[in-house]
């Protein structure tokens, strides 16, 4: 069973970083793409960056130059540094993998359970 474990949520103050990460678990060959996402209070999910196996990356324009995401692929863990944080970035954040191979097959998507980010002004 393929599990994802955010870490290195909490609260900081605007214009403070934090580093996620999020540590996929579960007999893993390989893992095609990684993302984050989060959900702020009384908004919708949206993605926010995402990694390919390639190491392209993707960001949202809301993160574009403040955060960046990267990864180890021999510890398949992803991470997300936040910097230059703002009270807009307060969400809970998620990750997710894409066409993860397994000794068992593949698992088109997983996603963990969440880490709350608070960002006070």
């Known amino acids: 069973q393929v599990q994802l474990v955010e870490s290195g949520g909490g609260l900081a103050q605007a214009g403070g970083s934090l580093r996620l990460s999020c540590a996929a678990s579960?007999?893993?060959?390989?893992?095609?793409?990684m993302r984050w996402h989060r959900q702020g209070p009384g908004k919708q999910r949206e993605m926010v960056a995402g990694?390919?196996?390639?190491?392209?990356?993707i960001y949202s324009d809301s993160v574009k130059g403040r955060f960046t995401i990267s990864r180890d692929g021999a510890k398949n863990t992803v991470y997300l540094q936040m910097n230059s944080l703002k009270s807009e970035d307060t969400a809970v954040y998620y990750c997710?993998?894409?066409?993860?191979?397994?000794?068992?097959?593949?698992?088109?998507?997983?996603w963990g359970q969440g880490t709350l980010v608070t960002v006070s002004s």
């Open positions: 997710s993998g894409e066409g993860v191979y397994t000794g068992r097959g593949v698992v088109d998507e997983v």
């Open positions: 579960g007999s893993i060959v390989s893992i095609i793409g």
């Open positions: 990694i390919t196996s390639g190491d392209t990356t």
